[in-house]
């Protein structure tokens, strides 16, 4: 095996999967729906019961002005109670494609648009009690001229950074958001930064 290889340690579940006994629902709150999965672990056949958040996929963008620099948001976060430096983004709408939810989200956010649009990736919100996906498209070309339009609980400010400060800037720990984190992390890989 080379030395770069993925190597397993000795575990005692072997990978096997749980088992859904059955399901429960719980109440239904403005972004999530609680449910209840009473699942079965296959190491010791214990059954307990895990809550799950289900959720809308969300989208976040990675925008780059012609002139190289970095198209961010300043928005409160309840959570921590204080203004975080952030991608633009939001939850992808019923019928909405995430592409068509990332350049709804960056013209509603920033009244920016972009002319050119790439998928980076995706990974799961929070893989140990969310159900949803995050959703990360870089958007070239922009420019403004969109329809800045809040939702009711967004108070949102704009902030650009050279892309040249990028790296540093996220390594420093300018950037706590941890989706904005691994998003940027999919743009320097992109990019070549």
Known sequence: MASDELQEGPASGKGAAWKRESVEYGPSLRLFRIRFDYMTNPRNQATGKMTILEAPDSVQVVG??????????????????????????????????????????LEEETGWLAGQWEKLGQNPA?????????HTFLATDLSPGGQVHFDEGEDIDLAFMPLSALREQLFGGAFEHPHTVAGLMWALGRLGL
Do not use: C, H, K
Not at 68 to 84: D, I, K, N, T
Not at 126 to 134: E, I, K
């Open 126 to 134: 929070n893989p140990v009690f969310m159900d949803n996906y995050v």
């Open 64 to 105: 780059i002005t012609p002139d190289e620099r970095l198209l961010l948001v300043r928005q409160y976060r309840f959570g921590v109670s204080r203004q975080l430096l952030e991608l633009p983004g939001g939850m992808v709408d019923p019928g909405e494609t995430p592409e068509q939810a990332a350049r709804r989200e």
